[in-house]
T-cell receptor
Framework: AQSVTQLDSQVPVFEEAPVELRCNYS??????LFWYVQYPNQGLQLLLK????STLVKGINGFEAEFNKSQTSFHLRKPSVHISDTAEYFC???????????WGLGTSLAVNP | DTEVTQTPKHLVMGMTNKKSLKCEQH?????MYWYKQKAKKPPELMFV???????INESVPSRFSPECPNSSLLNLHLHALQPEDSALYLC???????????????FGEGSWLTVV
């Protein structure tokens, strides 16, 4: 069975500081990995995804993530955050033979001035 | 801008009412989903339609009844709900839904449901 662990439930950070949101997964088969963002009172929006190929994935709004197979991680990074990045961030995994997306519990990013 | 449109945005209903949530997508996607989301929690899958046929029902109580009239439309009929059913209901779509597929799931803005 697959699972996803987001290691931090809340991450407070000051504006223009770098941020890393951590995500680890477990799976015995190949995976597809996703990061979604949910701004207050909105639906979920795809930030980026890893399917195959280059392990460094660039997404929207200046975010990027690196797939590390040996550490079973897919951490999300941004070099300089803005107030508008305040949101809930969800990591999700889909294992090759599973039709469903498995979600982490989410990380609440709070960017303070 | 989301290309999955949900109506209504807000709905308040009594426990004896019958109401429906509606969802539409024009991306040509063949898989459509209903998710339920409580505050600060990940979305919980309820139903999946693939090529207009129900392919996944996550043991959802029968007071929730999905319907897929065509490949662009998805409804969720609500009847005799409980206060604990109050949540954000998200519709989503993707190109396909099968195994070995990394298709992106596109979400609508959601319908906020309050059961009183």
């Amino acid at each position: 069975a697959q699972s996803v662990t987001q290691l931090d439930s809340q991450v407070p950070v000051f504006e223009e500081a770098p941020v890393e949101l951590r995500c680890n997964y477990s799976s015995s088969v190949s995976v597809y990995l996703f990061w979604y963002v949910q701004y207050p009172n909105q639906g979920l929006q795809l930030l980026l995804k890893y399917l195959s190929g280059s392990t460094l994935v660039k997404g929207i709004n200046g975010f990027e993530a690196e797939f590390n197979k040996s550490q079973t991680s897919f951490h999300l990074r941004k070099p300089s955050v803005h107030i508008s990045d305040t949101a809930e961030y969800f990591c999700a995994v889909k294992a090759g033979n599973n039709r469903k997306l498995i979600w982490g519990l989410g990380t609440s990013l709070a960017v303070n001035p | 801008d989301t290309e999955v449109t949900q109506t209504p945005k807000h709905l308040v209903m009594g426990m004896t009412n019958k109401k429906s949530l509606k969802c539409e997508q024009h991306m040509g996607h063949r898989a459509m989903y209903w998710y339920k989301q409580k505050a600060k929690k990940p979305p919980e899958l309820m139903f999946v339609y693939s090529y207009e046929k129900l392919s996944i029902n996550e043991s959802v109580p029968s007071r929730f009844s999905p319907e897929c009239p065509n490949s662009s439309l998805l409804n969720l009929h609500l009847h005799a709900l409980q206060p604990e059913d109050s949540a954000l209901y998200l519709c989503a779509s993707s190109q396909g839904q099968g195994a070995y597929s990394g298709n992106t799931i596109y979400f609508g803005e959601g319908s906020w449901l309050t059961v009183v």
